[in-house]
């Protein structure tokens, strides 16, 4: 058994209630060591991601006692029997849909719909069935495959994504979800042409990955919305010709301000009113696509006859579509041209202790992502 320290939730909330915000904290765990296919991570950084947050509200329903984090880059500290694509020392990207490689949709090209992986991801331990972590009262549960949110972790082999020695391996934690995520729905699922007009709904991490990806893509007009106006200027920073608050006339204005409904609408804000607002937005012919999970119970009325007659497209997008072998390293290309510029995004450093509070303040809301430096580049 490996000693380690990690943030455990306790408690998942109710929708509607007060997160159980006490029901998590950093805690003395076990972990036990990689077993066939698995390999032994040291943390190198870690964010917080909404996401982590949902499973605390219980928004996103996951099986509690859990270890969170799932946006995290780290260095191999051991492999368990059989894993022969990485060794000790390699640097790596954690990803939160382990695959498989042979289901169909893993046949298919795409993984982020990995059947065995999402149903892993959803009992809340490793792709082999396993639970790494555990306490004197029995076995935790495996966030995404990753429980991050600790010094040490134990992952399937088919969760990670082998980074280059020369790109800063704390910012590339970011690449674990909010860029796969945010610049994926951008480049992969909508597949956004030059020239066209993108609207992003919600400006946290996966929202201005968006930004960024349309920008990346070449779309002439990239509008934000966000009713946080603290998020304004590292939005328009990042690539966003101007941020709009909301309110009543909402998509009036974003019809008008790309010359009759937007050709993309993306919602990563988690919030069904404003897929409707997405929705509502685009142009005749025009693609909205849902990033943001929101409350499994919510609906979003909408007229059939309205999307058949218009050929509008609702497109869902997890995980961005991502082949995380092939579009890792573009990625890494990008940072390394400077085209992406993680470092921007981080909104605050820091350690690993300080992630309870950290939670609250994302419920709260805060400007660019937080990051957790766990072991740091030295990991
Ligand atoms: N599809 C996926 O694979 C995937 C992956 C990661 C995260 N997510 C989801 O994406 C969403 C965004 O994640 P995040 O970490 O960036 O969250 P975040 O909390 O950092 O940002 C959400 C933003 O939405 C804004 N917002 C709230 N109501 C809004 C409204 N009506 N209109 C526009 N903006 C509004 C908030 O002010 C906030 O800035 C979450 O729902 C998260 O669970 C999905
Ligand atoms: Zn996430
Ligand atoms: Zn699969």
Same mark, same amino acid.
């Given at each position: ?15 509607? *209630? ?72 390699? #640097? ?5 849909? #382990? ?94 042409? #030059? ?31 966000? @009713? ?13 010709? *101007?941020?709009? @608050? ?109 992630? #309870? ?15 957790? *430096? ?6």
């Amino acid at each position: 058994m490996i000693e380690t320290r990690a943030a455990v939730l306790r408690r998942a909330g109710t929708p509607g *209630e007060p997160p159980p915000f006490d029901g998590f904290a950093v805690e003395d765990v076990l972990l036990s060591e990689p077993g066939p296919g698995e390999v032994l991570i040291d943390v190198a950084a870690a964010c917080l991601c909404h996401s982590d947050l949902s499973v605390m509200t219980g928004h996103r329903p996951r099986p509690v006692p859990m270890v969170l984090g799932h946006e995290a880059s780290g260095r191999v500290a051991a492999v368990g029997p059989g894993v022969t694509r990485f060794r000790p020392g390699d #640097p790596v990207l954690m990803t939160y849909v #382990p695959r498989c490689g042979r289901c169909r949709p893993c046949a298919e090209g795409r993984p982020a719909l990995c059947e065995p992986g999402n149903a892993a991801n959803v009992a809340g331990t490793l792709l082999t069935g396993r639970r790494p972590f555990r306490d004197g009262d029995g076995e935790l549960h495996q966030h995404l495959g990753l429980s991050a949110f600790s010094h040490r972790t134990v992952v399937s082999e088919a969760s990670l994504v082998r980074l280059p020695d020369d790109v800063p391996l704390v910012e590339c934690a970011l690449l674990g979800c909010a860029v796969v995520t945010g610049v994926g729905a951008v480049v992969n699922t909508a597949r956004v042409e #030059p020239g066209t007009s993108v609207v992003v709904f919600g400006l946290g991490g996966v929202g201005l990955c968006a930004v960024m990806g349309a920008r990346l893509a070449g779309a002439a007009t990239v509008i934000g919305v966000d @009713p946080d106006l603290r998020k304004a200027d590292l939005a328009r920073e990042l690539g966003a010709d *101007e941020v709009l @608050p909301g309110g009543p006339d909402l998509v009036e204005e974003l019809r008008e301000r790309t010359g009759g409904g937007a050709d993309y609408a993306f919602e990563a804000a988690g919030v069904p009113v404003a897929f409707e607002q997405a929705y509502a937005a685009t142009r005749r012919g025009g693609t909205t696509v849902g990033i943001g999970l929101a409350d499994p119970a919510a609906r979003v009325p909408f007229s059939p006859a309205d999307l058949v007659a218009t050929e509008r497209v609702v497109r869902g997008s997890y995980m961005g579509s991502t082949i995380p072998e092939r579009d890792i390293p573009r990625y890494v290309e990008l940072l390394r041209a400077g085209r992406l510029p993680l470092q921007r995004l981080v909104g605050e450093r820091l350690t690993l202790e300080e992630v #309870p509070g950290a939670m609250r303040r994302l419920h709260d809301g805060v400007v660019g992502r937080q990051l957790i *430096e766990i072991g740091g580049a030295a990991a």
